[in-house]
């Protein structure tokens, strides 16, 4: 745990979540766990079909059930929604076609769990059945049939970048290796199930209280969904039981709950069952990456070329963005000068993709960590010596116009590299046991907003009254990660107040000023900028009028450990709440602010889908995987990971390492057993038994290693700690199965079958070819 | 159906309440008793998110039928721990970072109690074992192990200072 | 999900039981720990009107050996009791072994030995929601008329995916069934119908009461071992049970191999004994075995795993199965 605190009270020093007791109480509330009196219980009819034209829905027979309150279809709220401007395809219930099995048809509101339930099973739908699209490079060739007719060829959207000269690069490389890499679906599988609480309040405005990310953004959704003004409604972020990206755009129950609440007048809920948190999705779309990348003989890569392919499900979601995160993110982590990517985001009839923790740059960085590795060999370089040699050299700005302000990697793998064991292992262990390297990065926060303007993107305020609490009101969105104790320790800080002082308001569309939402990694960087900005403010106005009191100067007065004191002179110092008295009785009413936007300079370049993909600032990983395979069984057990994270700086090592960690098991279980399986666009394993999130005797064990290269725009030097470790995870056990029994497996999730496979095939050359066959790497080539 | 009136001790109380025969003991304490501390994560009896002790020992509430556990002592995540007051293993939980998002943690926390109050010195291997039925999607489950860890800590020293007293 | 309506019948001996049960008939269940049950309840897998409830009949608890009766172990005895007792894992090592591989703690701490000798089979395309079965119209087993694994067939192909019966088959177990007309005892073997929609061997008015083994079998080495992708919760993929009886010098005086999650009955490999008695340890035999393995597993496409991976597991843990056995079991020999 890093020691260094900086002179900080408490700005880098562990701290258990405010709402740690909340949480092991049992007492703080879920959306699921909210009740009012008089609420129905609102269900979901899911289309059965996979592509279908609707000829009509007869609802009647539901609605005369006893208990049955209302019922609603897509006639109840033609208003389209998305969470891009660009793609508003998603309705709260379908008209005219279901695009997927599991597509929102229509909804009943009764008394009873039961009665709705047995209301759907009375609703009939006339369908027309229409032929599916279910493989992303089928579908992107279809000429007719499309899925949204807007949508010519069923490609949502293309991207094609190219940075620097690939041609020349090749030219110059020594090693070119070309490869087809192809990742697996993986959703977010939050604990917590899907819920939301619609109240239709008597005096006709709406509150919710959602499982939601984004609660500002659903704020604007519900509202033109349901044709109300913003002001009559309001939402509330409960406690929210994991998100990961699958709670941070508008998901189907949330329209549905309140498009139901509004026609029956009454309070509804809807809660997922874990299928349909599933049908809903959201997760990590498949993922074709054709890759080709050039190394020269000294170990510097001199091209890199690839096309990406995503199978976005039904709807837009957020796949434009996911599409040129790939882009962006594929080579920036390096110095690389030429890069083409070429991108697309094809629709299938599948439930839609959308923002997965590491969102969109894990299945590239799965193919370029795995081909560089390759190429590594190939050259006869020691893979992490091929990172070294690539670096960035900070601050500078990437071949496509990232602004890189802090660059922690090179310490990164200097860590891993020691604390791994690197040296005595790498190619070193015994048949059967390998060691692998890979690195990632990410974005803390993106640079700018899904809805362009020129506003914040998030603000705080600060209030101080007779009772001299701090009231800390922000918009950010805890979701487990630790953004509201974040904000109470950075307020804590500048006030040199006890962290118990402080009270947080949080993410109530009602009572706090704006924040964007919790995803892409933002809430640290902005949230946290916007917090200290409003924390200085307020400590500026009570140190005014402390200074004003004694007739001094106000720098020459220090805030620390809970009063204002004059720095050279002892007698004139007051108490923290002596103080407040003082600056109420000058200033009157204490409200400071604090906002964040993104500088000019970090915001990117100017070609089409530059938008993407620039941050304020970058966080980096590198991981080291030990691995044992068994060569008979393919089966493999991950003995270690060792992770180091540039987080900037470790506001609260003890839930950065939190973060790291859990990131990691992310990457454990899409790189070994997490995988959506799919027949014909239906999904054959929709639950928490037969979709295999890792339990504790399979999960590796995990250091982490926090890596502080204080960056210059970060709160106190803060940034990323979410999301970026995962990436590199996935490529550092291939890596490491390559180094233990010399196969390569281009595909994800690893599974046993497929490294016996490739064993086997790899038995095949040696024996059908000679000795020289048998160092050959075999490259188990992606599936479709 | 009809409801019957049902007695159920839970958290050291009696409790009476009208339900169906078909009602689940997780949404007899979430329902109709208003303890949600217990959590719904999954259609299939697979996450043990809605974990309490019956008679002491950790079950799922989700497969549970009300009725068929009258007479039982039931102990949610509510009736850990007094009055204000945190039991060890609460408190390592919120201390060392096993809750994130905290919708597993009442379910690894029953699953914790049960494993200590039988085994208070367990191995890495028990621990990981005895909470091999819980999953968690946050932490990575290494800060639950430093929970785990707290909790042992904490008791130990506590029965080291009542030791004393007792004799 | 919501469970559909029913009565539960609390019975208060095993005599209340079967008069329960034979009065319901079909319309009746017995539900145990409740652990699979509940969950296919849940999907409407089935809809009984009643629930006979095991479970408190605390004289079907029971957990016995004695050098005369063999092992007895009464049908709601949990699967933590069986695992917990402490002299089982020296005198029945397949079993404990096998037992400990059963879904998570949680489960193993309601879930009955009973339960688990008749759970219902498993198949992707059958252990679905209503809605995603629906969806589908329904397959052979249950609200269809095709076989979603073997178009075409009239055959359910849903695997048994049970861990317990493998080992009890491997110590030559019999159970115990009551029945208003009284009890019956039925070897293991013979229970198991190895057909996916009607998988035992149990008429709707009786009770399974107690599983036995043979006193000859305590202290038999053995093992289970279990093709999963996870180290715990999972169902079995493929599972392989061994059973043997080894003397001082090395020679096999009896086996037996016993498959799991492989066909729609847990069963014995043919002539893996005939092949084993008489015999020392040599890698050929236990290769040879394994073969005879493969030929008895069938596994098809009912989970997510392929066949052909299974297949070739079997084949891979018979034979590791035997070795570890034979070189160095558990239990004395
Ligand atoms: C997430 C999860 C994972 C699982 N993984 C595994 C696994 O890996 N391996 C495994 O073997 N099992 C597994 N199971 C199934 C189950 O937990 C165990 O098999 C358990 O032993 C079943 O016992 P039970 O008492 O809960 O059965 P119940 O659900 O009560 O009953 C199961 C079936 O047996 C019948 N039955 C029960 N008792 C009797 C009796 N005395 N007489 C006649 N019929 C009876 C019931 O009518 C029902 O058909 C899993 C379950 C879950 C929820
Ligand atoms: S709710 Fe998942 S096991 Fe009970
Ligand atoms: S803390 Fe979120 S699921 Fe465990």
Known sequence: MAKDTNGYNIIGKPMAMTDARAKVTGLGKYADDLSVPGMLIGKILHSPHAHARIRSIDTSQAEALAGVKVTATGEDARNPYGILPIGHDERAFALGKALYIGDNIAAVAATTPEVAERALDLIRVDYEQLPGWFDPEESMKASSNWINEERPQNIEKEYHHVFGDPEKGFGEADFIAEERYYAGEVNQAAMEPHATLAVWEPDNRLTVHSSTQVPFYLHRTIAAVCEMPMSQIRVIKPLIGGGFGGKSEIIPLEVAACVLAKKARKPVKITYTREEVFLAHRGRPITIVYLKVGLSRAGKITAVQARVIQDGGAYCGYGPVTVLYSGALLGAIYDIANVQYDGFRVLTNKPACGAMRGHGTVNVRFAFESILDQLSHQAGLDPLEVRRRNLLKAPCITANSLRVTSYGLPECIEKVFERSGWAEKKGNLPYGKGVGMACSHYVSGAANPIIRSNMPHTTVHIKIDRDAAVTVYTGASEIGQGSDTMQVQIAAEILGVSTDRIKLVAADTELTPIDLGSYSSRVTFMAGNACLNAAKDMRDQIVAAVARKFGCAADDFEVKDGRISHKSDAGKSLSFDEAVTVALEFHGALVARGTYAPPETARGGKFKGAGVGPSPAYSYSAQVAEVTVDPETGQVRVDKIVAAHDCGKALNPLTVEGQIEGSVYMGFGQALQEDMIWKDGRLMNPSLLEYRIPATKENPEIESIIVESIDPEGPFGAKEAGEGSLAATIPAIANAIFDAVGVRINSTPITPDKILDALREKQKLASGNGANAANKPVAAGGRL | MNKELTHLRVNGEEREIAITPNRLLLDALREDLGLTGSKRGCDDSSCGCCAVLIDGTPMLSCVALAASYEGREITTVEGLGGPGELDPVQEGYAEMGGAQCGYCTPGFMIATKALLDRNPDPTMDEIREALSGNLCRCTGYMQIYESVKYAIEKLRAKSATQAPATR | ?333
Not at chain 3, 8 to 22: F, G, I, K, N, Y
Not at chain 3, 203 to 216: D, G, K, Q, S
Not at chain 3, 224 to 232: A, F, G, M, W
Not at chain 3, 292 to 313: C, E, F, N, W
Request: charged residues 20%; aromatic residues 6%.
């Open chain 3, 1 to 333: 999900m919501t469970l559909p309506a029913f009565r539960v019948l609390q019975p208060r001996t095993v005599e209340d039981a079967v008069r329960m049960l034979d009065e319901h008939r079909s319309d009746a269940m017995v539900i145990a720990g409740g652990t699979d049950v509940i969950p296919n309840l849940q999907m409407r897998l089935f809809t009984p009107r009643v629930l006979v409830d095991v479970k408190p009949l605390r004289e079907l608890a029971v957990i016995e050996f004695s050098a005369r009766q063999g092992l007895h172990i009464g049908a709601t005895a949990t699967l933590t009791h069986i695992l917990e007792t402490p002299w089982m894992r020296d005198k029945f090592a397949v079993l404990a072994s096998a037992i400990g591989t059963v879904a998570g703690p949680l489960q193993r701490n309601m879930g009955t030995i009973g339960g688990n000798l008749c759970l219902e089979t498993r198949c992707r395309w059958y252990n679905q929601s209503h809605f995603w079965r629906q969806s589908l119209g329904g397959c052979l087993k249950k609200d269809g008329d095709i076989c979603h694994v073997a178009p075409g067939g009239k055959f359910c192909w849903a695997a048994w995916s049970g861990d317990s019966a493998p080992a009890f088959l491997a110590l030559d177990a019999e159970l115990e069934i009551a029945s208003l007309s009284g009890t019956r005892r039925v070897p293991l073997r013979e229970f198991y119908k190895n057909d996916g929609m009607d998988r035992i061997a149990l008429a709707r008015n009786e009770l399974l009461t107690a599983v036995h083994v043979p006193a000859h079998m305590a202290g038999r080495r053995g093992v289970y071992q279990k093709l999963r992708v996870r180290d715990s919760i999972d169902y079995p993929l493929a599972g392989v049970a061994v059973a043997m009886e080894v003397d001082s010098a090395g020679i096999c005086k009896d086996a037996r191999v016993a498959l799991s999650a492989v066909n729609p009955a847990p069963m014995l490999v043919t002539q893996a004994g005939e092949s084993l008695i008489g015999r020392k340890w040599s890698l050929e035999l236990a290769e040879r075995v394994a073969h005879a393995a493969i030929q008895t597993g069938k596994p098809l496409t009912t989970s997510g795993s392929t066949p052909v991976y299974r297949r070739d597991m079997v084949r891979v843990f018979t034979r590791r199965a035997l070795e570890e056995t034979w070189k160095n079991g558990h239990g004395s020999a």
